[in-house]
Structure formats: C-alpha cells, structure tokens
C-alpha cells in the first residue's frame, strides 16, 4: 500500500499543472556556420515536477516578437531539455520551428516565454549581447540553480566552446545539458515530495 501511495505522489507530482518551471538554458543568436534565419535557437529546461503543455506558452521578447504557441502539440516532460528554433531547415533537430517568425538579435534582445492564457511570465533572459564568445559559439547557462523564479542572468552564462559541433562548425548542445549543471535524475521529484511537507514514518512492527 505504501509502495502504490508513494507512486501516486509520484505521479501527481509530475502531472500537476502549474507548478512547472522552464529555465532558458542555451541560446545561439549568430551562428557562424548556418545563416541567422537557419542556426537561431534557444534551449529551455523544465525544472519543476510536473510536464509543461508548449500549446500554453507564448513566446516574445519586448518589442515586436511574439508567437502564440496554441497550436502546438508538444509536451516538457519533468528534467527534459526543449529547443526552439528559428527554421526548420537547419541541421539542428529542433522540437519546435518557428519559421523565422521569432528572431534572436545579435546585439541587445529578450527572450520571454509567458502563460498565454494569463500573460504571467514563466521564465526570461535579458542579453546586451548575442555572441559574447564569437560568432558561431553558443551561450550556456552554467547552473540551473542559479534561476530564480524562471529569470535568468547574462552574467550567469558561459561558452558552450569547446562543445559539439552541431552543424558544419557552429558549437553548442542543443537538446543537452552540455555545460550547464543540471540535477542528477529523479531529484527532481525528491524535491518537490519534500516541498509538499510528507514525511513517511516506518510503522513499528
């Protein structure tokens, strides 16, 4: 019985809407190697204990960007990396395009993903600079735990170089943790039992 209650918990808790956080973990706004319209991207991490529905997000920045990803039909699992791209026609195996409708600039931009529904912001970088290790090299945040409340810091992110070569030259991991410090499996989950407050007690024979 305590074995199928604890999978229970297990199970809400990576189910619950709402208590998720995606952290913008990864983020190739010039490529070298690919065109700007084909090697834009940026990766997210979901952190929390529960899967995120991407058809519930929109994605912008401050000024003019914005895309409703309503009609998308994806899922970020708990621990799982998602990456966005500016094209599908790229050697980068993205799990969401957004036909260039989404553009990451090379000097000053935001990257802001919101609750459609709500408008909340669920997670945002500010950058003054989209290439701060060289054209080609992608920019990775060095820990997770370094996000509060799913904002990030430039200063918190590092070169992806030396990384793997994704495309015909340009560096970076996208879809992997690379040189970000991510949790080890399943602390996830022993986390977020630990914020609901249970604590199983050994009954005494």
Avoid at 33 to 44: H, I, P, Q
Avoid at 95 to 101: I, K, L, P
Wanted: hydrophobic share 40%; charged share 15%.
């Amino acid at each position: 019985m305590k074995i199928k209650l604890l999978s229970f918990l297990a199970f809400t808790a990576a189910t619950t809407p709402g208590v998720a956080a995606l952290i913008i973990t990864e983020f190739m706004a010039n490529p070298s190697a690919l065109l700007d319209n084909v090697g834009e991207y940026f990766e997210v991490y979901n952190s929390g204990p529960a899967s995120i529905n991407v058809g519930d997000l929109t994605i912008a920045d401050d000024g003019s960007n914005s895309i409703d990803l309503m009609m998308v039909t994806a899922i970020i699992p708990p621990g799982e990396f998602f990456v966005f791209g500016n094209s599908a026609q790229s050697y980068v195996d993205y799990d969401f395009s957004g036909d260039g409708t989404f553009v990451l600039a090379n000097t000053a931009d935001e990257i802001v993903i919101t609750n459609t529904s709500t408008m909340a912001e669920i997670s945002r970088l500010n950058y003054t600079d989209g290439d701060p290790f060289g054209a080609g090299i992608s920019v990775s945040l060095n820990d997770i735990s370094n996000a509060v409340g799913g904002v990030t810091q430039i200063s918190d992110y590092i070169s992806s170089d030396p990384g793997v070569s994704y495309s015909t030259g340009d560096a970076g991991t996208p879809g992997a943790a690379g040189v970000t410090v991510v949790p080890e499996p399943g602390s996830t989950l022993l986390i977020s039992l630990a914020g609901l407050g249970l604590i199983f007690r050994r009954r005494r024979g």
